[in-house]
Nanobody, 131 residues
Framework: QVQLAESGGGLVQAGGSLRLSCAASGQTASGRTFRHEAMGWFRQAPGTERELVAAISLDSRRTYYATSVKGRFTISRDNAKSTAYLQMDNLKSEDTAVYYC???????????????????WGQGTQVTVSS
């Protein structure tokens, strides 16, 4: 299975920036590795459902952003390092949540189905934005 590990979360003041990383290792039962998988960043605040924040195709040609983060967050990936990133700028208090990365078969499926398009998750990293 593909294992994911997020890092880079923390406490930041409103208007600040953080960069999250998601390091991948291993492969699926069918032999797919990080470079074969679409990646998504999700977040979940207490009492809410996990929501898709950004997604990226395996070749980085397709990216997607939720309306709430468009223009402030940037998703990227480095297949040589088996790592996905989420650059978060101009953070707001409403961005406070646990952030998860997930891998899936296809970016369009992740975009359409959200969590339902994800085959595996990382453990999450807490992002807290103070106002």
């Amino acid at each position: 299975q593909v294992q994911l590990a997020e890092s880079g979360g923390g406490l930041v003041q409103a208007g600040g920036s953080l960069r999250l990383s998601c390091a991948a290792s291993g492969q699926t039962a069918s032999g797919r590795t990080f470079r074969h998988e679409a990646m998504g960043w999700f977040r979940q605040a207490p009492g809410t459902e996990r929501e898709l924040v950004a997604a990226i195709s395996l070749d980085s040609r397709r990216t997607y952003y939720a309306t709430s983060v468009k223009g402030r967050f940037t998703i990227s990936r480095d297949n040589a390092k088996s790592t996905a990133y989420l650059q978060m700028d101009n953070l707001k208090s409403e961005d406070t949540a646990v952030y998860y990365c997930g891998h899936g078969l296809d970016s369009e499926i992740v975009i359409r189905l959200g969590s339902g398009g994800i085959d595996g998750w990382g453990q999450g990293t807490q992002v807290t934005v103070s106002s």
